[in-house]
């Protein structure tokens, strides 16, 4: 097992790389980038371009709209301006560096985890993404253990009961469940619930309450869950039809098997045979992709929730970057993220070895 965790380790270094330099690539080929949208903001309104180039860097912003036209063919829209104040905006975001020097510049830093400042925010990544885990982390780990916790016991009840009513109502329920938009049953159970027409029971956003360091610890808890109830619920329902159908059918499978018929010809009753011998190798895959289940919720599932529940999460920080194209941003989580994801996926492995120690992934070749 050491000699694989070395393997995979090694790995990753590649796989990381090959993520960063693609991404890299393809953000900076893409027009659009925080010089040219300046450039718009000048060309088209005019008014607060000396504010934000300030913002963007550590240098004065000394050059005037009005400066003396010149063409400047490198970036779509820049006719008209000097290309000294054109210069002076590649110095303050870096951009005045060939683009290989860049990366392997910004690689340097990422390997101290040194993420640099946002262009637009006047704050270090790391201290912004440290705001935000808090947000998607509830989200992703309540949602992933709540639907955890209601698939496999349905699931497992639907197997035994394969071809009853109860397996065609739940499945209906289920399909039902799926079909529905999870933004959409937000803005539903917002509607209801948060004060709209009908009821109000629930907050309308936010993570905790305002008085929250106020509280005492059994509130702030309540409080906390009274928080997420609502977006945790929109999140769930939309995530039980993959993992129900793939615990029924594991069990399904399981109960054909010759060991399966051999502890029932030994007389033992079918409780312990579905728990005792066929759970282990049943949930197997199940249990074993939780940590892959829980980075999908977590980085990909929760953005539409964090707007309509006003939660300020990294869902929206990653969008907001996106469109603002806060490089330091983007390609700091992006490195953050996708190395969280590879050590996740390391231990979706591992939890192969701990739920059937007869694995063996010595004997693979990586």
């Known amino acids: ?117 946002s262009f637009y925010r006047d704050r270090k990544v ?40 109860f397996d065609v109502w739940t499945s209906v329920a289920i399909v039902i469940g799926t079909a529905i938009p999870s933004f959409l049953l937000a803005v539903f159970l917002l509607v209801l619930f948060a004060g709209g027409s009908y009821f109000d029971w629930f907050p309308l956003g936010g993570l905790v309450s305002e008085n929250w360091h106020e509280l005492s610890w059994p509130d702030r808890i309540l409080d906390y869950f009274w928080h997420l109830a609502l977006p945790i619920t929109a999140m769930t329902i939309g995530g039980f039809a993959t993992l129900t159908m ?28 579905m728990y005792r011998h066929v759970f282990r190798n049943a949930m197997l895959i199940v249990i074993a992709g939780f940590p892959g289940a829980f980075v999908g919720v977590l980085f990909t599932g929760s953005l539409l929730i964090e707007i309509i529940f006003s939660l300020d999460g990294l869902g929206l920080l990653g969008f907001e970057a996106a469109f603002n194209r806060d490089y330091p941003v983007m390609f700091g989580t992006l490195y953050f993220f996708s190395l969280l994801g590879l050590i996740m996926n390391l231990i979706g492995d591992l939890m192969y070895t701990i739920i059937d120690p007869r694995i063996d992934f010595e004997a693979r070749e990586v």
């Open 1 to 117: 097992m050491t000699a694989y965790l070395i393997r995979r380790l090694l790995l990753m270094i590649p796989t990381l790389f090959a993520i960063m330099v693609i991404n890299f690539v393809v953000i900076h080929v893409a027009p659009g980038g925080p010089v040219e949208q300046i450039i718009a903001q000048l060309t088209g309104q005019g008014a607060d371009i000396t504010e934000r180039v300030t913002r963007a860097g550590t240098g004065e912003a000394t050059v005037r709209p009005d400066q003396t036209a010149t063409s400047v063919g490198k970036y779509r829209g820049a006719q008209g301006l000097d290309p000294e104040f054109i210069k002076q905006l590649e110095r303050q975001f870096g951009f005045d560096k060939p683009l290989h020097v860049r990366f392997f510049d910004m690689m340097k830093n990422y390997l101290t985890f040194d993420f640099g400042e």
């Open 126 to 165: 790391i201290d912004l993404v440290i705001d935000k885990m808090p947000v998607s982390i509830s989200l992703g780990l309540w949602t992933t253990l709540l639907v955890y916790l209601i698939c496999i016991p349905l699931g497992i009840a639907k197997a035994t009961r394969d071809g009853s009513r």
């Open 246 to 273: 793939l615990t029924k059918n594991s069990f399904l499978d399981q109960v054909h098997q010759q060991y399966v018929i051999t502890a029932r010809a030994k007389g033992l009753s079918e409780r312990r045979v």
